[in-house]
């Protein structure tokens, strides 16, 4: 299995300008994870979908964000319009249904870099 | 809501010494408890879990945690380090399905 995708691993733009981070979980998971990291704040859990569904997305910061997940193959995190705050390594996740202690796999993550 | 404290935001060891990270958690029933591991521009992975099925965990690269209720930590630690421990390390606490995870600990290895 090649494990949890992310796209672009590099992404560089002006404040202003709107930002999408994708990601491809674990072909057979059925819940996926956002979750950003920055120096300021650590590891922060952004939303999580199951079954596509948006499940929680009290940590996404503000609306400014949004996700998505169309299809059980692939998720978007966008974000508009950007700021450098938003400058940060995001990271996707996924794992599949069951016991608590089942694995969550990560994704290489994303790093943003917004000017 | 379930979190945890790790003690010491950077540990620097010699090679051949043994590693000790602090975490402590805070928790209103029994809690699932995992260690995760982070080298530099890599993603996370999973070193150990606490399923309750034993209080002395042994996880992957030779380390291992113990849960102690009574002192609420879940401390990890490997007897003998290697350059290649060197990384940061995350105490992690499930909430649900989601993971609430510490502020890390960066550790150095020193030859």
């Known amino acids: 299995d090649a494990g949890v995708i992310q796209s672009p691993r590099h992404e560089v733009t002006e404040m202003g300008q709107e930002v999408t981070l994708r990601c491809k979980p674990i072909?057979?998971?059925?819940?996926l994870f956002w979750y950003r990291q920055t120096m300021m704040r650590g590891l922060e859990l952004l939303i999580y979908f199951n079954n596509n569904v948006p499940i929680d997305d009290s940590g996404m910061p503000e609306d400014r964000f949004s996700a998505k997940m169309p299809n059980a193959s692939f998720s978007t995190l966008k974000i508009q319009p950007s700021e450098p705050r938003d400058s940060a390594v995001y990271f996707c996740?996924?794992?599949?249904?069951?016991?608590?202690?089942?694995?969550?796999?990560f994704g290489p993550g994303t790093r943003l870099t917004v000017l | 809501a379930q979190s945890v404290t790790q003690l010491d935001s950077h540990v620097s060891v010699s090679e051949g010494t043994p590693v000790l990270l602090r975490c402590n958690y805070s928790s209103s029933y029994s809690p699932s408890l995992f260690w995760y591991v982070q080298h530099p521009n890599k993603g996370l992975q999973l070193l150990l879990k606490y399923t309750s099925a034993a209080t002395l965990v042994k996880g992957i690269n030779g380390f291992e945690a113990e849960f102690k209720k009574s002192e609420t930590s879940f401390h990890l630690t490997k007897p003998s380090a290697h350059m290649s421990d060197a990384a940061e390390y995350f105490c992690v606490v499930s909430e649900g399905y989601a993971l609430n995870f510490g502020k890390g600990t960066s550790l150095l290895v020193t030859p």
């Open positions: 996740a996924s794992r599949v249904s069951g016991i608590i202690t089942d694995t969550q796999y």
């Open positions: 072909s057979g998971h059925d819940y």
